[in-house]
């Protein structure tokens, strides 16, 4: 079974510029989620993908966007990024109905924006 | 709304000695609680979960949590912590309805020393 993978692992980028972050859910998982995780704080819920729509929004301004593909797949773009878009950005997969909503997490994109 | 309040933000602990990290939660639908644990530079790994089927949860590693629902807690312990335990943690709460979204703590850096 393969779990969740993400790339890159790191990224810089200067303020103003786009960024496209990947996920690659695990085995039999249909459902993608993505939080940002700030230094020193939890990670926090950006949005969810099933079905390849968007299925619940966290509070972030929709130059967060996202894609789901057929093979469930999914993809994080920033655009306009800014300094406060530094973090690390957490992909995790599940199974839509599956028992407790359990999420099985990736290792993180660092982003870092100067 | 759900919340999760993670009291102090670091823990410090002898090896051998009781590790307790405290978790409070506001939900207005029953909740399934998580621990999740950190290491540096990595992803979030599952360490226990409460489903509502016992209110005394085992985890990996050693580790417990009891669910208190008169309190709102759900308190992580491990009777004997090992220099390995050094992490952070992190409590999240998850409702039964809806999509499956996490709302993350700030977490608890716990500190080991020998």
């Known amino acids: 079974e393969t779990g969740v993978t993400q790339s890159p692992t790191h990224l810089i980028k200067t303020r103003g510029q786009q960024v496209t972050l990947r996920c690659s859910s695990q085995s039999g998982h249909n459902t993608v989620s993505w939080y940002q995780q700030a230094l020193g704080q939890g990670p926090q819920f950006i949005f969810q993908y099933y079905r390849e729509e968007e299925n619940g929004r966290g509070n972030f301004p929709p130059r967060f966007s996202g894609l789901q593909f057929p093979n469930y797949s999914s993809e994080l773009n920033v655009n306009a990024l800014e300094l406060d878009d530094s973090a690390l950005y957490l992909c995790?997969?599940?199974?839509?109905?599956?028992?407790?909503?359990?999420?099985?997490f990736g290792p993180g994109t660092r982003l870092t924006v100067l | 709304a759900q919340s999760v309040t993670q009291l102090g933000s670091h823990v410090s602990v002898s090896e051998g000695a009781l590790v307790l990290l405290r978790c409070n939660y506001s939900?207005?639908?029953?909740?399934?609680l998580f621990w999740y644990v950190q290491y540096p530079n990595q992803g979030l790994q599952l360490l226990l979960k409460y489903t509502s089927a016992a209110t005394l949860v085992k985890g990996i590693n050693g580790f417990e949590a009891e669910f208190k629902k008169s309190e709102t807690s759900f308190h992580l312990t491990k009777p004997s912590a090992h220099m390995s335990d050094a992490a952070e943690y992190f409590c999240?709460?998850?409702?039964?309805?809806?999509?499956?979204?996490?709302?993350f703590g700030k977490g608890t850096m716990l500190l080991v020393s020998p």
């Open positions: 995790a997969s599940s199974l839509q109905g599956a028992p407790y909503n359990e999420q099985f």
């Open positions: 939900s207005s639908v029953p909740p399934y």
């Open positions: 999240a709460v998850s409702d039964i309805s809806g999509y499956s979204t996490l709302t």
